[in-house]
């Protein structure tokens, strides 16, 4: 048995195979299930923004190796559809919740590459104003609050923003992104209590990427199917092909619908995989390269351009007009990045309290 | 468990609190009320009683046992602008929420560049002295006030039980408030004052020239109780109410020292690494020439606090010691 492929109680952990759809992920004819577009122009949008996500970090490679960012980098290359998906279903006054593997949903939530960019740079127009860098990217405008580097930390939280938007009556939604390995952590289940107690309205997203930095998940976890233990706190949960964007759309749709139903949290398990390292740290020793390559044959953008292909919704010149476009606003964003100005030293006691300095940057 | 305060026109700390939780919910609608049993059962030191069936299981919201995610919910509630005020039936609890407090409370702000404040209120019990053993019993604020982003009030007396709420709430930022188990059942005239309680200084509890005795919370009535003894053999004690723990009022220190030239520190934390080892390592920083005597320290006895109760009784710090500490500076 390899690592990554718990068989005891998962017959699909293994990647499915391309081309094949797993048959829970899809909402296409059930009732009332609300779908995606699924026009070419929105698949087009999908993929723009599932590219733009990947490019902006094959360049942190580069710029990691290049020593101009630095710190933990936790790169989602291969988890791109989970963000892309997810926010798709989420309108501007919903609020989102991420750890530090979040450059994928920060993008995906409307931060823009020059202020992720600029983050990583650390200077005072990214972001957060150069004080959180890669795993600490948060956007108040956007209702995107962060950015969280301790496992199951944010959970907390999203339970706590849902809590104030019940409270008011209001109709949004919280979206809390978390790896697997928040299960094994305290704070994942006090929290699931606590928002099905309440009946809050939250929309948990477990990121499966089958591993906690080098530990796999059925040797973190004693039991592995992870969407039958959060549905045992009374909460709707299903788990879903991670891969594929239009499936994590779907699922994504009509669990946010359901939560803004008032029947409280929602789950969703989004089998995916992280095709590089935990963190540009990690020299990888845990997986089979067989296994990489074997995921690497569902890669959610080759996925969906394939798919896109066969329908004849996609040629050569469109693809390449798309790459050419986040080309050229990931290379502004580096150069931005590079001439934005450096914090002066006497601004370090700034934002410790609300005191401390001007609110906001 | 009893609610005191039988007296009439007289107010206990804990009908001051609760007085000072009525008046916030009242008087803000954002504002709400969240912990263990602090619904239904009026809390478990009976601070919350009756407010339930005033403002209702919304605002009086009972929590599960989960202190680090109904803490983290309150940091996530005034994220989104609620004002919400969480209370943790004692500090030793709150070690199981101290990720949340630490890592989330109070970095959001500065992670953000200054984009998410946290408007909230912790308020807990800390100490010991009623035999209630180990778990139950610490003194763990000063562990609070080591931690930038955050502010931490130790109220001693029924007026800044009463008082110092409002503008604990009215601070954008995370507020932790220590309320000294021991003082809940204390009882005195209230005066009619609304005026709130600056929270940036330290207070003068009684003035005097010869020794300073600094303390704060449970401390306060024994530090008094010495300076009336100290006061009958001649020795006029100053004391200083810290009621802030973080950030610490310097002036309030150095001026008293300025003038009496002696100091004796009381906290009922352990020494080793307290809030009475930074008073005292500011005294040295900025008085030192001041100083007639070393500065003394009345901490309690460094083991886990023990339930017998003359065990009890000399582990924490009592009158006596406080008298002999004194002796020892002045003499
Ligand atoms: C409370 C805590 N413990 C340990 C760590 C160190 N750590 C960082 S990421 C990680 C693995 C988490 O894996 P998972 O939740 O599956 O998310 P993934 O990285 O796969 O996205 C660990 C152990 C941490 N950041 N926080």
Redesign the interface.
């Given at each position: 048995m390899s690592l990554a492929h718990p068989t005891r109680t998962r017959k699909d952990s293994a990647p499915p195979k391309a081309g094949k759809r797993t048959t829970t992920t899809r909402g296409n004819g059930r009732a009332g299930v609300p779908s995606g577009r699924g026009d070419t122009g929105h698949r087009t949008d999908l993929l723009e923004s599932m590219l733009r996500i990947r490019r902006f970090e094959e360049r942190c490679v580069e710029l990691y190796s290049a020593a101009k960012i630095r710190g933990f980098v936790h790169l989602y290359i291969g988890e791109e559809a989970v963000a892309v998906g997810i926010n798709e279903a989420l309108t501007p006054e919903d609020a989102v919740v991420s750890t530090y593997r979040e450059h994928g949903h920060a993008l995906a939530r409307g931060i823009t590459a020059e202020a992720a960019m600029a983050e990583m740079y650390g200077r005072t127009t990214g972001c957060s104003g150069g004080r959180g860098g890669s795993m600490h990217l948060f956007d108040a405008s956007r209702r995107f609050y962060g950015g969280n580097a301790i496992v199951a930390g944010g959970l907390p939280l999203a339970a706590g923003l849902a809590l104030a938007d019940h409270m008011r009556g209001q109709p949004h939604v919280t979206c809390c992104f978390f790896g697997d390995g928040a299960f094994a952590e305290g704070e994942f289940h006090e929290t699931a209590n606590l928002a099905a107690l309440w009946k809050l309205p939250v929309l948990l997203v477990c990121e499966n990427n089958l591993y906690a930095m080098g530990t796999a998940l059925e040797r973190h976890e004693a039991q592995t199917d992870l969407a039958m233990r959060a549905a045992s706190y009374g909460m709707v949960a299903w788990a879903v092909d991670g891969m594929d964007v239009e499936a994590v759309e779907q699922a994504a749709r009509r669990a946010v619908e359901g939560v803004r139903t008032g029947t409280g949290p929602h789950f969703l398990e989004l089998r995916t995989y992280r095709f590089r390292a935990h963190s540009m740290y990690d020299p990888d020793r845990y997986r089979h390269k067989a296994e990489i390559e074997r995921w690497k044959e569902r890669d959610p953008i080759s996925l969906l351009t394939d798919r896109m292909r066969e329908n004849g919704e996609l040629g050569d010149d469109a693809l390449a007009r798309i790459e050419q476009g986040i080309t050229d606003e990931i290379d502004h964003a580096v150069e931005a990045a590079e001439q934005a100005p450096e914090e002066p030293v006497e601004h370090l006691f700034h934002h410790v309290t609300s005191s401390s300095a001007e609110a906001v940057h | 468990m009893g609610v005191g305060g039988t007296h009439e026109a007289k107010t206990t700390y804990r009908e001051a609190m609760r007085e000072a939780l009525r008046q916030a919910l009242r008087s803000d609608d954002r504002v709400?009320l969240m912990g263990e049993d602090v619904g239904r059962y009026g809390g478990c030191f009976g601070v919350s009683l009756g407010l339930l069936e005033e403002f209702g299981p919304?605002r009086v919201r009972d929590?599960?046992l989960?202190e680090?995610?109904?803490?983290?919910?309150?940091?996530?509630?005034?994220?989104?602008?609620?004002r919400?005020i969480v209370e943790i039936m004692t500090v030793n609890f709150s070690l199981l929420a101290l990720?949340?407090i630490l890592?989330?409370a109070a970095t959001?702000?500065?992670?953000?560049?200054?984009?998410?404040?946290v408007p909230l209120v912790i308020r807990m019990t800390t100490g010991a002295g009623r035999q209630l053993a180990a778990q139950h019993s610490h003194s763990l604020e000063g562990w609070y006030a080591h931690i930038?982003?955050i502010?931490v009030l130790a109220p001693a007396t029924l007026e800044d039980a009463r008082h110092m709420l409002a503008p604990a709430l009215a601070?954008?930022?995370p507020v932790l408030i220590f309320e000294h188990g021991s003082l809940y059942n204390v009882s005195g005239e209230l005066l009619p004052s609304t005026a709130p309680v600056d929270l940036d200084h330290a207070a003068i509890r009684r003035p005097g020239t010869d020794i300073s005795l600094i303390t704060y919370g449970g401390s306060l009535p024994k530090a008094l109780a010495a300076a009336d003894e100290l006061a009958a053999e001649g020795i006029s004690a100053e004391v200083i109410d810290l009621r802030t723990l973080r950030p610490l009022d310097d002036a309030a220190i150095t001026v008293s020292v300025a003038r009496t030239h002696r100091a004796v520190v009381v906290d009922e934390a352990w020494r080793t690494g307290s809030l009475a080892a930074e008073v005292s390592a500011r005294i040295a920083e900025e008085s030192f020439y001041d100083l007639d005597a070393p500065v003394e320290r009345v901490c309690s006895a460094e083991v886990p606090m023990p339930y017998a109760r003359r065990l009890e009784e000399a582990a924490l710090p009592q009158v006596a010691d406080i008298v002999a500490a004194a002796h020892r500076a002045v003499d």
């Amino acid at each position: 048995m390899s690592l990554a492929h718990p068989t005891r109680t998962r017959k699909d952990s293994a990647p499915p195979k391309a081309g094949k759809r797993t048959t829970t992920t899809r909402g296409n004819g059930r009732a009332g299930v609300p779908s995606g577009r699924g026009d070419t122009g929105h698949r087009t949008d999908l993929l723009e923004s599932m590219l733009r996500i990947r490019r902006f970090e094959e360049r942190c490679v580069e710029l990691y190796s290049a020593a101009k960012i630095r710190g933990f980098v936790h790169l989602y290359i291969g988890e791109e559809a989970v963000a892309v998906g997810i926010n798709e279903a989420l309108t501007p006054e919903d609020a989102v919740v991420s750890t530090y593997r979040e450059h994928g949903h920060a993008l995906a939530r409307g931060i823009t590459a020059e202020a992720a960019m600029a983050e990583m740079y650390g200077r005072t127009t990214g972001c957060s104003g150069g004080r959180g860098g890669s795993m600490h990217l948060f956007d108040a405008s956007r209702r995107f609050y962060g950015g969280n580097a301790i496992v199951a930390g944010g959970l907390p939280l999203a339970a706590g923003l849902a809590l104030a938007d019940h409270m008011r009556g209001q109709p949004h939604v919280t979206c809390c992104f978390f790896g697997d390995g928040a299960f094994a952590e305290g704070e994942f289940h006090e929290t699931a209590n606590l928002a099905a107690l309440w009946k809050l309205p939250v929309l948990l997203v477990c990121e499966n990427n089958l591993y906690a930095m080098g530990t796999a998940l059925e040797r973190h976890e004693a039991q592995t199917d992870l969407a039958m233990r959060a549905a045992s706190y009374g909460m709707v949960a299903w788990a879903v092909d991670g891969m594929d964007v239009e499936a994590v759309e779907q699922a994504a749709r009509r669990a946010v619908e359901g939560v803004r139903t008032g029947t409280g949290p929602h789950f969703l398990e989004l089998r995916t995989y992280r095709f590089r390292a935990h963190s540009m740290y990690d020299p990888d020793r845990y997986r089979h390269k067989a296994e990489i390559e074997r995921w690497k044959e569902r890669d959610p953008i080759s996925l969906l351009t394939d798919r896109m292909r066969e329908n004849g919704e996609l040629g050569d010149d469109a693809l390449a007009r798309i790459e050419q476009g986040i080309t050229d606003e990931i290379d502004h964003a580096v150069e931005a990045a590079e001439q934005a100005p450096e914090e002066p030293v006497e601004h370090l006691f700034h934002h410790v309290t609300s005191s401390s300095a001007e609110a906001v940057h | 468990m009893g609610v005191g305060g039988t007296h009439e026109a007289k107010t206990t700390y804990r009908e001051a609190m609760r007085e000072a939780l009525r008046q916030a919910l009242r008087s803000d609608d954002r504002v709400f009320l969240m912990g263990e049993d602090v619904g239904r059962y009026g809390g478990c030191f009976g601070v919350s009683l009756g407010l339930l069936e005033e403002f209702g299981p919304e605002r009086v919201r009972d929590t599960p046992l989960s202190e680090s995610a109904f803490v983290g919910a309150g940091i996530g509630a005034a994220l989104s602008g609620m004002r919400p005020i969480v209370e943790i039936m004692t500090v030793n609890f709150s070690l199981l929420a101290l990720d949340q407090i630490l890592n989330n409370a109070a970095t959001l702000l500065h992670m953000s560049g200054g984009q998410l404040p946290v408007p909230l209120v912790i308020r807990m019990t800390t100490g010991a002295g009623r035999q209630l053993a180990a778990q139950h019993s610490h003194s763990l604020e000063g562990w609070y006030a080591h931690i930038p982003g955050i502010r931490v009030l130790a109220p001693a007396t029924l007026e800044d039980a009463r008082h110092m709420l409002a503008p604990a709430l009215a601070d954008p930022d995370p507020v932790l408030i220590f309320e000294h188990g021991s003082l809940y059942n204390v009882s005195g005239e209230l005066l009619p004052s609304t005026a709130p309680v600056d929270l940036d200084h330290a207070a003068i509890r009684r003035p005097g020239t010869d020794i300073s005795l600094i303390t704060y919370g449970g401390s306060l009535p024994k530090a008094l109780a010495a300076a009336d003894e100290l006061a009958a053999e001649g020795i006029s004690a100053e004391v200083i109410d810290l009621r802030t723990l973080r950030p610490l009022d310097d002036a309030a220190i150095t001026v008293s020292v300025a003038r009496t030239h002696r100091a004796v520190v009381v906290d009922e934390a352990w020494r080793t690494g307290s809030l009475a080892a930074e008073v005292s390592a500011r005294i040295a920083e900025e008085s030192f020439y001041d100083l007639d005597a070393p500065v003394e320290r009345v901490c309690s006895a460094e083991v886990p606090m023990p339930y017998a109760r003359r065990l009890e009784e000399a582990a924490l710090p009592q009158v006596a010691d406080i008298v002999a500490a004194a002796h020892r500076a002045v003499d």
